[in-house]
Nanobody, 117 residues
Framework: QVQLVESGGGLVQAGGSLGLSCAASGSIFASNVMGWYRQAPGKQRELVATITSGGSTNYADSVKGRFTISRNNAKNTVYLQMNSLKPEDTAVYYC???????????WGQGTQVTVSS
């Protein structure tokens, strides 16, 4: 089992910045992918960004150039720095941890990000 604890989020005005973090604990395997997804009211959950244990990153087109994902493998923690936030970034943001060779996903509890116009 893997437990994920998210922190950060909150309310910010458009154009502002917020940071999220997610710490993983438990049965951590070295080869994994950590990422952030979000779900707005009435919409499906969507990819925001992912980062492998080797440091390869992937971003949704909608956040490229504004969001940065990073991780600290020693702390099993992933970060999401969100700049130039827009009202359409408003959503519940979820952390996901994937053990690659087991193809198992673990999800955090979600944290609300609200961007006011």
């Amino acid at each position: 089992q893997v437990q994920l604890v998210e922190s950060g989020g909150g309310l910010v005005q458009a154009g502002g910045s917020l940071g999220l973090s997610c710490a993983a604990s438990g049965s951590i395997f070295a080869s994994n992918v950590m990422g952030w997804y979000r779900q707005a009211p009435g919409k499906q959950r969507e990819l925001v960004a992912t980062i492998t244990s080797g440091g390869s990153t992937n971003y949704a087109d909608s956040v490229k150039g504004r969001f940065t994902i990073s991780r600290n493998n020693a702390k099993n923690t992933v970060y999401l720095q969100m700049n130039s936030l827009k009202p359409e970034d408003t959503a519940v943001y979820y952390c996901k941890f994937t053990i690659i060779f087991k193809a198992i996903d673990y999800w955090g509890q979600g944290t609300q990000v609200t961007v006011s116009s």
